[in-house]
């Protein structure tokens, strides 16, 4: 199993162009989300999906769109990059599937894509 | 608001020494608790996580944490640190009734010395 895949590992951007992140996992899960991560401020929640078909809002979702494209796949876009969308961002994944205690489970982290927007 | 504060943004041990990682949090509750690591250019690892019960948990690689309600704590701990334990380290906090969503602290990089 590869876990959680992201693609591009690095991207360069110039302000206001546009590009697409891109997230896969093979485990089966059903939520996945979409984290940016920048020194000092630890990891922020743009998107989730709860599951095939949903997505929500995070802490900062400006800026961003996403697609839960099946079961595996949930990209990320940025439609007009902006210099303070310079960041690290993660894609993760979760067996999680009911908004109960006891179904509280881990999320596994993709290795990231570093993102420069000039 | 809920927040998760890690007050040690670095943290130097020297390998072989004793490790103990801060990590309080402002909630209503009793949540979830969590410890991640991250090494250099990787995601994100489950370290630990703490749901109810027993207040000491243990996780891999030798880390231990402490839940502590009194002080809002959840406290990372090793006895002896190696040197690939180099890495930066991050608590978590999820409410019990959950929107999916995790409260993150901004990490504590641990630095080993020789």
């Known amino acids: 199993n590869a876990g959680v895949t992201q693609t591009p590992k690095f991207q360069v951007l110039k302000t206001g162009q546009s590009m697409t992140l891109q997230c896969a996992q093979d485990?089966?899960?059903?939520?996945m989300y979409w984290y940016r991560q920048d020194p000092g401020m630890g990891l922020r929640l743009i998107y989730y999906?709860?599951?095939?078909?949903?997505?929500d809002k995070g802490e900062v979702p400006n800026g961003y769109n996403v697609s839960r494209l099946n079961k595996r796949e949930f990209s990320l876009r940025l439609e007009s990059a902006a210099p303070s969308q310079t960041s690290v961002y993660f894609c993760?994944?979760?067996?999680?599937?009911?908004?109960?205690?006891?179904?509280?489970?881990?999320?596994?982290f993709g290795p990231g894509t570093r993102l420069t927007v000039l | 608001a809920q927040s998760v504060t890690q007050p040690d943004i670095h943290i130097t041990v020297s390998e072989g020494a004793s490790l103990e990682l801060r990590c309080n949090y402002s909630?209503?509750?009793?949540?979830?608790l969590f410890w991640y690591v991250q090494s250099p250019g990787q995601g994100l690892q489950l370290l630990l996580k703490?749901?109810?019960?027993d207040t000491l948990v243990q996780g891999i690689k030798g880390f231990e944490a402490e839940f502590k309600r009194s002080q809002s704590s959840f406290n990372l701990r090793k006895p002896s640190v190696h040197w690939s334990d180099a890495a930066e380290y991050f608590c978590?906090?999820?409410?019990?009734?959950?929107?999916?969503?995790?409260?993150w602290g901004a990490g504590t990089k641990l630095i080993i010395k020789p």
């Open positions: 485990m089966n899960h059903n939520s």
């Open positions: 909630y209503g509750a009793t949540p979830y």
């Open positions: 978590a906090v999820g409410p019990q009734y959950s929107n999916y969503q995790l409260i």
């Open positions: 703490y749901f109810s019960g």
């Open positions: 999906s709860a599951s095939e078909g949903t997505t």
């Open positions: 993760a994944s979760s067996p999680q599937t009911r908004l109960v205690a006891a179904s509280y489970n881990e999320q596994f």
